[in-house]
């Protein structure tokens, strides 16, 4: 056996047992009816993983028991322990789930290992019919493409027919399942981008508290509280906590103090590699324990030491990033990422690295420092669209350096306070939604609903 194939027969050993450990363990019932109906017993290489696989799809269907301890039982009952691995293999399968948040993973590594010996199996099958040469030779082959045809569809059966123009247009349209209402919904993703010192790390933590305290992010209203989850792979405590202990004043102040339970933070100044497997390990089993509505991790040159700047480099991040979403059962996903220096006097937006960052998100904006009079006194930023948005959703036009808040949005009437000492136009002041006459310049959006989303 060659370096390579001992290679993929080891990941092929490890996937099987970690998807066999799968089922032994607690707290994987939103996995099993997936993970059952991807795998039969004669994907695996091994025969004894694909009878015991049997065995437990078979307890887990019956809602029976299913962990080493009652299978080991079950198994000594019906005299199969020994010749089925014995009992500390069972307690070794349990124990060789890195985390189970991949385990649909490893069984699209099985199936594929099944897959290509079912083909392999077809081809030495035709062989065998050329060497023997029974039959015709267009008998041999109509059998081959049908063998062939038949590894290709093999999954045709859970295929659904597509579906008629007529009846999809009858369809109700599906309300998002918001995480912040009109902004976030799950499974979205929103990356935000900006030069060093842009204010964009600020600007996505109090995205983060506002959720967490059950605020808006952009209006004066109020949504249902939000469980957070914020990963700063760049700074260190010392330095995040002084941010974050102003904006939870600032959210109690507004009369809305977040409560226990509700945000979650780690703190890797040396970053991350999620590309090497115990950092990823290590991110899966944190998102598994606190299960977030809304992720924040980043930023994005953090999140790997080999780099974001190619191809190469970006698709193992967007994989693991990916596994981020689904350990957490589709959590709202909001990065952060530097955009280019300057050039021609211009500034590009876009993320820097691979191109294939510019597609991945559904929603990507940057900051951009406005250029009209009295901007840099307010610091007035734009907030600028880098991609086309896959849905339509409320975000500002423009954020100002904010009061209580780092930063405050400009795009709903009466929302933004004018910082002290700061001289405006007649202009400037309606463009912006200051009206002197109300309480700290805020005019109620008569649209608004007191509480959204609860």
């Known amino acids: 056996m060659s370096g390579v194939d001992e290679t993929r027969a080891t990941e092929l050993r490890e996937a099987e047992y970690a998807v066999l450990g799968t089922l032994l363990r607690n707290g994987v019932q939103d996995l099993v009816p997936d993970l059952v109906s991807a795998l039969a017993a004669e994907d695996f290489r091994e025969p004894r ?29 019906q005299g199969d322990l020994e010749r089925l691995g014995g009992a500390v293999w069972l307690h070794e399968l349990h124990d060789a789930v890195p985390t189970t948040a991949h385990a649909l993973h490893y069984a699209e590594i099985i199936r594929e290992d099944a897959t290509w010996r079912a083909l392999a199996a077809a081809g030495t099958r035709a062989m065998t019919a050329v060497q023997r040469r029974e039959g015709t030779a267009a008998e041999a082959a109509e059998r081959a493409v049908e063998d062939v045809r038949t590894v290709r569809d093999r999954d045709a059966a859970t295929d659904a027919p597509p579906r008629d123009l007529l009846d999809f247009l009858q369809e109700r349209e599906d309300e998002p399942e918001w995480v912040i209402p009109g902004v976030l919904a799950r499974w979205d993703r929103l990356m935000i981008t900006a030069g060093e010192g842009g204010g964009k790390s600020l600007l996505l933590r109090q995205i983060l508290m506002r959720a967490a305290a059950g605020l ?6 109020r949504i249902a ?5 914020l990963v700063d792979a760049e700074n260190a405590d010392d330095q995040i906590r002084p941010w974050l202990r102003r904006m939870a004043d600032a959210a109690e102040q507004e009369g809305a103090p977040i409560g226990r339970g509700q ?78 220096h300057a050039s021609m006097g211009k500034r590009d937006l876009r993320p820097i690295g ?59 009437a009466g929302n933004a306070p004018i910082p002290t000492g700061i001289t405006l136009t007649d202009d400037q002041a309606a463009r912006l939604g ?21």
């Open 434 to 454: 200051y009206v002197p006459d109300q309480p700290d310049g805020y005019l109620p959006d008569p649209e608004e609903d007191p509480i959204q989303g609860a």
């Open 354 to 412: 691979s191109s294939l960052w510019l597609r991945w998100p559904e929603f990507g904006f940057g900051l951009s420092p406005a250029s009209e009079p009295g901007a840099e006194d307010l610091r007035l930023m734009n907030w600028l669209p880098w991609r086309g948005p896959r849905s339509e959703r409320c975000w500002p036009e423009q954020l100002c350096e904010g009061v209580s808040w780092p930063w405050q949005a400009i795009e709903y």
């Open 216 to 221: 808006h992010p952009w209006k004066k209203a």
């Open 263 to 340: 945000f979650h933070l780690e703190a890797r100044p040396d970053g991350l590699d999620l590309t090497c497997a115990a950092d990823r390990a290590w991110l899966a089993r944190t998102v598994e324990r606190v299960q977030p509505d809304l992720i924040s991790i980043g930023p994005l040159y953090k999140l790997t030491t080999n780099g974001a700047s190619d191809e190469e480099a970006a698709r193992p991040l967007m994989s693991a990033l990916e596994m981020v979403r689904t350990a957490s059962g589709g959590a709202a996903m909001v990065l952060e990422a530097h955009s280019p």
């Open 225 to 229: 509280p939000v469980r957070v989850l």
């Open 49 to 77: 993983c694909g009878e015991l696989w049997d065995l437990l799809c078979l307890r887990r269907a019956s809602n029976q028991p299913c962990d080493p301890i009652t299978v080991t039982a079950a198994l000594r009952a």
